[in-house]
Every structure is written in structure tokens, then in C-alpha cells.
């Protein structure tokens, strides 16, 4: 198999990944566009802000698909995606739940 192949598929992972935490940051924002208290005006800033984070994170990612061959994910950044992943999950169980 071709080297840059995998490389590709990351790269698409990554995209699809980023895909899926914008649709869930979505729909986790939507309960909260219906009001307009200054919790769900917080809990939409904090959404935005956690997209906005894994966007860099992903964006830096694709960048290090470059280099040949690729480095792998450094634990540090493995570890703060799922932190944002799970702080997604708990702003949009806030949300629901107010």
C-alpha cells in the first residue's frame, strides 16, 4: 500500500471528525437558541469556544500529515480532545438540562 494513502485517510478522519463536532456543538446549541438568558448565552460562547479549539487542534494535525513520514499524536494532544469532547458532552447536557 501506498505510504501516502494513510496519510490521506487521516487527513479525512480528521475533516470528519471536525464534521461530527460541529453538528453535535449544533444541536447541543439549539435547546438554548430558544431562550435568551445569560446561562444559555454561556453555554453557547462555551460551545463555540470548545469547536473553535478542536478546529486548531484538528487544523494542526492535518499540517504534521505532511511531513514524511508522520509524527504521532503526542499524548498531550490525544488527551486534551477527549477532555474537549467530554466538555462538549457536559454543555450540551447543561443545556438540555436548564
Do not use: N
Not at 496519510?7 to 446549541?29: D, K, N, P, Q, Y
Not at 505532511?66 to 458532552?89: F, Q, Y
Amino acid at each position: 500500500m501506498p505510504q501516502g494513502l494513510q496519510a490521506e485517510r487521516t487527513r479525512l478522519a480528521w475533516r470528519r471528525t471536525i464534521l461530527s463536532f460541529s453538528v453535535a456543538g449544533m444541536f447541543f446549541c439549539k435547546p438554548a437558541l430558544s431562550g435568551a438568558g445569560r446561562t444559555d448565552a454561556a453555554l453557547i460562547a462555551v460551545t463555540a469556544l470548545l469547536w473553535a479549539a478542536a478546529l486548531v487542534v484538528a487544523h494542526r494535525r492535518i499540517l504534521d500529515m505532511d511531513a514524511v513520514p508522520p509524527g504521532p499524536l503526542p499524548t498531550r494532544t490525544a488527551l486534551g480532545l477527549v477532555g474537549l469532547v467530554l466538555l462538549l458532552a457536559v454543555a450540551g447536557l447543561a443545556i438540555t438540562f436548564t
